[in-house]
T-cell receptor
Framework: EPEVTQTPSHQVTQMGQEVILRCVPI?????FYWYRQILGQKVEFLVS????????KSEIFDDQFSVERPDGSNFTLKIRSTKLEDSAMYFC????????????FGPGTRLLVL | DQQVKQNSPSLSVQEGRISILNCDYT??????FLWYKKYPAEGPTFLIS?????DKNEDGRFTVFLNKSAKHLSLHIVPSQPGDSAVYFC??????????????FGQGTRLTINP
């Protein structure tokens, strides 16, 4: 069964460093998303992406964040200058269609900013 | 701004009995609802969904009920099995003209199935 994959599974970085989280969505899906979950809190929407552009972004997704689909398979989330509060699980998701489209999630990347 | 609420942080049910997880929402524009199951350090796994044009959807041991007038949905698991022990998230989305629809998640309910 097709699945969303994410790399790395864990990332430890120093505050102020740049990190790139990578995702490979399900191959025939057209809609892509990043969410995050801070420990003990709910899953929060960060950004959605369709047709090579951002569809919507949350308040969390400030100028330090960017997303890119550099080729036909990868979808990346970059945090330019990490802060302590960026420590969280980051989940990538993809869906085949927009309306009524189920989003399938990857296993997540645990980011720890020291 | 808690548009999706799961008021029970935890629920404990005996194996073989019915588990009922509840979710309330405030945004009347939501038209698609999903339940996800999540284990620690893993991504949410899709369980079942329901469109706002329906009031019930069933898939094996899982049934989701939607009461639009009350802005309430529930997930029934019967019979409950030990492998069902996990955190369950309710999520909702609202149709937009184009682009990708985001999901709004509840806080989750930790379900424990006791043997």
């Amino acid at each position: 069964e097709p699945e969303v994959t994410q790399t790395p599974s864990h990332q430890v970085t120093q505050m102020g460093q740049e990190v790139i989280l990578r995702c490979v969505p399900i191959s025939n899906h057209l809609y892509f998303y990043w969410y995050r979950q801070i420990l003990g809190q709910k899953v929060e929407f960060l950004v959605s992406f369709y047709n090579n552009e951002i569809s919507e972004k949350s308040e969390i997704f400030d100028d330090q964040f960017s997303v890119e689909r550099p080729d036909g398979s990868n979808f990346t989330l970059k945090i330019r200058s990490t802060k302590l509060e960026d420590s969280a699980m980051y989940f990538c998701a993809s869906s085949e269609r927009n309306t009524g489209g189920t989003q399938y999630f990857g296993p997540g990347t645990r980011l720890l900013v020291l | 701004d808690q548009q999706v609420k799961q008021n029970s942080p935890s629920l404990s049910v005996q194996e073989g009995r019915i588990s009922i997880l509840n979710c309330d929402y405030t945004n009347s524009m939501f038209d698609y609802f999903l339940w996800y199951k999540k284990y620690p350090a893993e991504g949410p796994t899709f369980l079942i969904s329901i469109s706002s044009i329906k009031d019930k959807n069933e898939d094996g041991r899982f049934t989701v009920f939607l009461n639009k007038s009350a802005k309430h949905l529930s997930l029934h698991i019967v019979p409950s099995q030990p492998g069902d022990s996990a955190v369950y998230f309710c999520a909702a989305s609202a149709q937009i003209i184009q682009g990708a629809q985001k999901l709004v998640f509840g806080q989750g309910t930790r379900l424990t199935i006791n043997p």
